[in-house]
């Protein structure tokens, strides 16, 4: 008798399960691709262990969205009539499917992603292409129909929940699909983020990433957002909550579309998510290394890559993996004449530039763009091929959602934790330069700093 339910080893959840249907996804072109994904690009160089592959994070995603749908569509958990009307019920046709459908969307969210991730998607695709918009075309493509009709479930369905309504603008979406996406993609319980920092952290070797998601996952409700204050509507991005201000205490919350909250029981564990992410951003992903290293990748693939360019045609894209693009750098880094050669060799080679400036607070404090600054001064006090500039700051955000507290009220999370009001936004600024020509920018640097990084008004005085 051929086995209805199959389990898969995983580092992280022991045991992922996907029955005979699914497994005819897992087994798709599209899918079967990421194992040949690096999920961190050339994190490695730092890193040796973090050789994972989007393969097993999209499975662990997967069994994760199943996890969280259990929870949130449990009767037991649905404490709101407003929610209650949205959520099918125990045992209908339409729990089963969406729960089908949030799987696959989960299994099927990462099949858009280029070689080597993140590592060059936004300057090596045309202009309105990002990997969510590839995603969106297998998914929807000749390949995966048969599939969706052989499990019963939409494309469409699968599509929207994998990207969520800020990237898939074909059809509206109903408060439920919101819901189901945000379970995937959502900023504050994403099932993506939840398994990523998770995956990452043990294969990178390192701790930062780790939280307590087992009680995180068991406290997610889906409850009533809070969209207004005082009277004054405003969003759940508001930022001058403070809960040691005896006004704020007062704040009257009216509440609106359901979204996905916790239970107060669960309120330090999702402090530890969101200090894990910011540890793991400044710690890992925005390593110095890491990111000189991205920055030759991209510089070797704009050479490398027919007109400069990722193809966006579906089959080149499920031809073209890292396997492909390791194999280029490195005959790139052998052959002098060879497009990227340069870019090649510093990575085969690891001859990567080398950090010459990081942002610094009390350079901050008297010039907010001092990195800036220094790049421009080091373009033309030394050659401009010569440095490079890298810079990240997150757009300013307090990450908001709804809180059932012991009382039973629906709370704004930033009225109970001061830990959601102070967790700094990630910011890195990086100069680099030729490795050779490290030792006499230091001293240049050393010398002139307080005089490129003072403000203009200062410099005339």
């Keep these: 008798m051929a086995k209805y339910i199959h389990e898969i080893r995983d580092s992280i959840h022991v045991f992922i399960r996907v029955d005979s249907g699914e497994r005819g996804v897992l087994n798709s072109r599209p899918v079967q691709r990421l194992r040949h994904i690096q999920q961190l690009a050339l994190t490695s160089l730092v890193y040796p262990a973090a050789t994972h592959r989007r393969f097993e994070h999209s499975l662990g995603v997967m069994e994760l969205a199943g996890r969280v749908y259990d929870v949130v569509t449990n009767s037991d958990n649905i404490h709101h009539e407003s929610v209650r009307n949205i959520v099918p019920h125990l045992g209908s046709p339409e729990r089963a499917y969406w729960r089908r459908v949030l799987r696959m969307a989960a299994l099927c969210h990462d099949i858009g992603h280029l070689p080597f991730s993140h590592a060059a998607e936004l300057e090596l695709l045309p202009e309105g292409w990002d990997h969510e918009r590839l995603t969106v075309d297998l998914i929807r493509g000749p390949e995966m129909d048969s599939l969706w009709a052989q499990l019963k479930i939409r494309s469409e369905d699968v599509a929207k929940l994998a990207v969520g309504p800020k990237k898939y603008r074909d059809a509206p979406f109903s408060d439920l699909e919101v819901i189901l996406s945000e379970i995937i993609v959502g900023n504050a319980f994403g099932v993506d983020r939840i398994d990523y920092l998770l995956r990452d952290s043990h294969h990178a070797g390192v701790s930062y990433g780790k939280f307590d998601h087992f009680r995180l996952i ?236 003072a403000p203009k008004s200062e410099e005339k005085l």
């Design 218 to 453: 068991d406290t997610i409700r889906i409850l009533p957002s809070i969209v207004q204050y005082d009277g004054r509507a405003e969003t759940l991005s508001k930022t001058d909550s403070d809960p040691t201000n005896s006004a704020s205490q007062s704040i009257k919350v009216v509440e609106g579309p359901p979204t996905l909250g916790i239970d107060e029981g669960g309120l330090h564990s999702a402090e530890a998510l969101l200090l894990a992410r910011y540890f793991m951003y400044t710690q890992l992903y925005f390593h110095q290394t890491r990111r000189i290293y991205d920055i030759h990748l991209k510089e070797f693939l704009k050479a490398w890559l027919p007109g400069g360019r990722f193809s966006t045609n579906l089959e080149d894209h499920l031809n073209l993996t890292d396997n492909e693009v390791t194999a280029g750098f490195l005959a790139a880094a052998r052959d002098p004449k060879s497009p990227g050669h340069d870019p090649a060799r510093r990575i085969v080679q690891r001859e990567h530039f080398k950090r010459l400036y990081q942002r610094n607070p009390d350079d901050v404090a008297v010039n907010p763009d001092a990195a800036k600054a220094i790049y421009n001064a080091a373009r033309i006090r030394f050659n401009e091929a010569d440095v490079y500039y890298d810079r990240y700051k997150e757009k300013g955000r307090s990450l908001d959602f709804p809180v059932r507290d012991y009382d039973g009220r629906t709370v704004s999370c930033l009225s109970l934790s001061e830990t959601m009001n102070r967790v700094p936004v990630v910011a890195v600024d990086y100069v680099f330069i030729r490795p050779d020509l490290l030792a006499d920018a230091d001293r240049w640097l050393k010398e002139s700093r307080p005089t490129i990084i």
